[in-house]
């Protein structure tokens, strides 16, 4: 019989039997061949196994996205946004899932809410910015706002204009944010 990688369920003469847990690049290798159910589990072992691993975590909720399991990837996705804040760079991508997710499960209030949070923490810059500008016009067809949803895709709108379009929809009494000024791209400061 083959042994399985992870914690033993159960215990041998009272104690837990630790096992390797799959490596990173196992779970990363996953993740990119398209096997996102595999890759999800690979990354769940890895965030029980280590909970610092964020990394592990953040790749997990990207496995459950792109397996279509919008339900638990949206849980995923906000688990993070609390535990590193609105203002942490990954709750931008994380929000813009959030809206893709409640998209898929027919919540458009929910994705209009993310997605315009989303264009608000972030600037034009963002590589999911154009997908940002996309859902949020699913999410005003759905809500009946079609015709704005057409003069959206049709012509060019400032960013300030779509998120300040949204926030009436939503009944948010705010004004946009200025664009954020931070670099999507830059590689870390060593």
Wanted: glycine share 6%; net charge positive; charged share 30%.
């Amino acid at each position: 019989m083959a042994r399985k990688k992870g914690l033993s369920p159960t215990p041998r003469a009272g104690k837990e039997v630790a096992r390797a847990l799959p490596t990173f690049e196992e779970a990363l290798d996953a993740l990119h061949s398209g096997d996102a159910k595999r890759a999800a589990a690979l990354f769940a072992a890895r965030a029980i196994g280590d909970p610092k691993d964020w990394i592990s975590r953040a790749n997990r909720n990207i496995a459950l996205y792109d397996a279509g399991r919008w339900a638990e990837a949206e849980v995923g996705f906000k688990a993070e946004i609390e535990r590193e804040g609105i203002e942490g760079p990954g709750a931008v991508p994380a929000l813009f899932c959030i809206g893709y997710c409640r998209l898929q499960l027919d919540d458009a209030l929910g994705s209009l809410a993310a997605t315009t949070a989303f264009l608000n923490l972030s600037n034009e810059e963002h590589p999911f910015y154009a997908d940002g500008i996309e859902n949020t016009c699913c999410a005003w067809e759905r809500l009946d706002r079609s015709l704005l949803a057409a003069s959206l895709r049709h012509r060019r709108w400032k960013r300030e204009k779509i998120i300040a379009a949204s926030f009436r929809i939503l009944g948010i009494q705010s004004k946009p944010r200025p664009p954020r000024k931070i670099d999507w791209y830059a590689e870390p400061e060593s």
